[in-house]
């Protein structure tokens, strides 16, 4: 009898609790407030959570590879990156020293022009011209800058050698320094909340150009295998860019950790597609997403089962890197 009633007991506290345990909130880990990624996933999950009753938050870390970090160890369920960092943080090199296996990529969603701008005041046009300049360096909170910069330093026809480094921990105070002018230049993703911000107390902004051809696309892919050209074009968001420019450009793409489920991510797919109409709306760059082209073959990463089966369901074929 006694035995009965505690798998009596046990099955209804498994039964009460299996709501809860669904309801469950999840995490969005993003770089800290004002970055792009963290605009991004605020809106998504808003969306999500308006659209499709998911609990899911954002939670803010001090950079990427804690940010891959927290998926990994599934301490957050989602997140956005470039898919560059997460090819290096699965095979634990360069800036990772330990292999983040539990990360899956879920979805295409953007792609992601990033650039160095400068004063409008300064009167510097192109990278090239920030020979002897400083720049900024170290990224010792938000390591993923410091490939980024080196291939748009590339791009220009630099390297780290042509130019004056000044240490800078992470994003948001690269963009501050180089307002107070504490360095000359800083780097930031285009469309940016921050460089809006910068534009306005420093009396405005310009991204350098680079060269873009198929020497220099040879030079940032021995970088990152992920990193190509694309063109930029002036938009009200776009701020910094005063005409039509080429940018070292990355895939940004959506991660979900290996324990979450095929139906979550599924759910999550849907509002992103689904609704894509909202989320655009509610910030401008997502407006290029696109379902066809986001199920996208990269080197040396997974896609999230649950991802396989929505695109297959959709009838979305893989599209080559």
Known sequence: MKRFSKHLIAGILAAGLAPMAHAQVQSFSTPPQGSVWNTMASVISGE?????????????????????????????EFSLNDVNDVITAVAGTD????????????ARVNPFPVGL????????????????????????????????????????GLSWDDVRQVPVPELIRGSDDMASGRVDSAFFAVGGPKVAEIDASVGGVRFLTVEANDETL????????????????????RVGVHEPMMFVTWDNVLVAGAHVSDEDVGKLLSVLFDQSDAIGAAYPPLQVMDINTAFKDYPGVEYHPGAIAFFQERGVAMTSH
């Open 48 to 76: 999500a959570r308006a659209s499709a009753d998911m609990r899911l938050v954002v939670q803010p870390y001090g950079g990427n590879a804690q940010m891959m970090q927290a998926v990994n160890d599934a301490l957050a």
């Open 95 to 106: 800036e990772y020293s330990v292999a983040m296996p539990n990360l899956r990529v879920v």
């Open 117 to 156: 701008y400068v004063k409008e005041s300064s009167g510097l046009t192109a990278v090239s011209e920030l020979e002897g300049r400083s720049v900024p360096s170290g990224w010792d909170a938000f390591s993923i800058a410091r490939s980024h910069i080196s291939a748009i330093l590339a791009a220009g």
């Open 218 to 237: 040879a030079r940032i892919r021995e970088v990152r295998p992920a990193f190509y050209f694309s063109e930029v074009t002036p938009a009200p968001v």
